[in-house]
């Protein structure tokens, strides 16, 4: 790991409280994850011994309290990665006379992800799920909010419910979130528009369509429905499939435009 200011103080408690911990089996040693925010947690708790000093030892007064309360950061923090704790920490000094509770100390990492230029995750779920245009077109407030919403899947976030697309975008943003924070520029695709003098507008394909036919315009118009849809989403793909069948039925043969 990375040193940093988190780390400037070690603790001595990591056996006693991984063996502790709720979240293992017996038999069964801790995933890496999990490793890692335990290491975090009794790096963040030196911190907070050594900031607070007698205060510290007022608020965690026997082993069995720091413990219990080392569990309970554990489950608040998992996910969360160093930078961010270290900045929080330093802003902890800054704000809070006595140790931070978690509620206090959640506030301040939310504030470490404006530092980087993020959205919290939250924020950034809900910024993607409000996007009912071309994702590729749409103004975000940072591209991570892009990157993590196409490995989520754009169908997913606009189709499922919450319960099943917000861990799914979680997991996707705080992956995203950690490149962001180790230095990886993320750059949003371009869309490169090709001219093509042969490519028609909406009308002037149902016309084309309602001519070559020898039908009314009105009934072509309906069947074109699905380019109102995302791009590459999996509605106008469905919509652009029926539609498809159904002028083929009607005797048209050529493509109908993605």
């Not at 490793?35 to 708790?45: A, E, G, K, S």
């Not at 975008?169 to 950690?178: A, G, N, P, R, T």
């Amino acid at each position: 790991m990375t040193p940093s200011t988190t780390s400037t103080t070690q603790t001595g408690e990591y056996g006693s409280y991984a063996s502790d911990h709720g979240n293992t089996t017996r038999g069964s040693g801790p995933t890496e994850a999990e490793q890692q925010t335990r290491v975090l947690v009794n790096m963040l708790f030196a911190r907070f011994k050594a900031i607070y000093t007698h205060k510290f030892a007022s608020a965690y007064s026997n082993p069995d309290e720091v413990k219990l309360a080392k569990r309970e950061w554990a489950i608040a923090l998992k996910g969360f990665q160093e930078p961010l704790l270290a900045y929080a920490v330093e802003r902890t000094k800054e704000e809070h006379s006595w140790p931070p509770t978690i509620a206090d100390f959640l506030k301040l990492i939310s504030t470490a992800y404006k530092a980087y230029g993020l959205a919290d995750p939250r924020s950034a779920y809900l910024e993607a799920c409000s996007c009912r245009t071309d994702p590729l077109q749409y103004k975000w407030s940072h591209p991570a909010v892009f990157f993590a919403g196409s490995q989520a899947g754009w169908y997913k976030l606009k189709s499922e419910e919450e319960r099943v697309s917000w861990p799914l975008f979680e997991q996707s943003y705080l992956k995203i979130v950690d490149r962001v924070i180790a230095g990886e520029r993320l750059i949003i695709p371009k869309v490169i528009m090709i001219e093509d003098k042969q490519t028609l507008s909406v009308k002037d394909l149902a016309t084309k369509i309602a001519n070559d036919l020898s039908v009314d315009e009105e009934k072509i118009a309906p069947l074109l429905y699905y380019t109102q849809k995302t791009y590459g989403s999996g509605v106008r793909i469905r919509y652009r499939e029926i539609s498809q069948k159904k002028l083929l039925e009607m005797g048209y043969k050529d493509k109908l435009p993605k």
